[in-house]
């Protein structure tokens, strides 16, 4: 599996933000999640957020199209834990203790 990383190019609200989401993520409320990144249609992290939203819902067509704005590959098969755990990575976060 190849996992591609951002440079942090954010502001930092809009960082702060997409923690907001990626911790509605994390605790399952996904409508939450998407109220955040949905605001966002440019940014890479926002739209592969937007993806994991919609894995979360169940919608594997909308999620495909998320990814592919995001610049990610989609993935086979679909693992909500891990892509979380990047996207944390990815935003600057520590790994959530078990």
Known sequence: ???KFFAPTMTRGHTEDLISALEHLERGDWRAAHRIVQRDEA???ACWAH???HLMEGDASNA???YRRAGRAFPVPADIDLELKVL???LGRA???A
């Open 1 to 3: 599996m190849h996992i």
């Open 43 to 45: 940014d890479a992290i």
């Open 51 to 53: 993806g994991i939203v």
């Open 64 to 66: 495909r199209y998320w």
């Open 88 to 90: 944390r990575r990815a």
């Open 95 to 97: 790994p959530r203790s």
